[in-house]
């Protein structure tokens, strides 16, 4: 059975390709022209063991929002496409990742009910160039449009390069937990309405 999905999104905007294997070993192709980005997202690829390429192009010209916000729709959308209607996976995923003087969590459900719930606070108004508010229009876009209510809330932590890294860590390894396949489910959507 092949999770695999790729999805492209052409705007005035943005241009983004996104191809995605759920059931990889971590190998990672990303560029989006934002190195933090960047490497938030090879760390989130990695840590969940994903394959994943993401090609980017956006108006970094005006500012970085586009280019992040709209990474994080098409990398939803191609979850929610790989996913195909959640069946067969275990649905909910939770895991705490420590970063020196940061923890941060992350439960999620696969439900198709997206929503994120946001709990982190910032430093800095900046990691590298990249606002920090950023994180948060990445994290929103990438849930409402993968179908997965996100509780994504960083306990304690100073250090704004921990803060974010943790984020991303955590939601990875709170999906892998999420998207593995569970032989209880017999290939069915794992809820007793049937359908997801």
């Not at 995923?93 to 946001?118: C, F, K, Q």
Request: hydrophobic share 40%.
């Amino acid at each position: 059975m092949s999770r695999t999905a790729e999805v492209v999104r052409n705007t005035k905007e943005t241009q983004v390709r996104i191809a995605v294997d759920l059931d990889g070993t971590g190998a990672s192709k990303v560029s989006t022209g934002i190195g933090f980005f960047d490497h938030m997202l090879e760390s989130f690829i990695r840590h969940g063991g994903f394959d994943i390429e993401i090609e980017t192009k956006g108006d970094l010209h005006i500012d970085m929002h586009h280019t992040v916000e709209d990474t994080g729709i098409v990398l939803g959308q191609a979850f929610n496409k790989a996913l195909d209607g959640f069946k067969g996976v275990r649905r909910f995923g939770h895991a705490y990742i420590p970063m020196d003087e940061t923890l941060t969590r992350v439960a999620l459900d696969l439900s198709n009910r997206p929503y994120l719930i946001w709990n982190v606070s910032y430093k800095t108004p900046k990691v590298g160039d990249m606002d920090t508010e950023l994180f948060k229009e990445f994290h929103h876009a990438f849930a409402m449009n993968c179908g997965a209510c996100v509780h994504l809330e960083t306990l304690y932590g100073t250090n704004s390069h921990h803060i974010a890294e943790s984020g991303f860590k955590a939601l990875a390894r709170a999906l892998r937990t999420a998207v593995e396949l569970d032989p209880k489910t017999h290939g069915h959507a794992p809820s007793t309405k049937g359908v997801l």
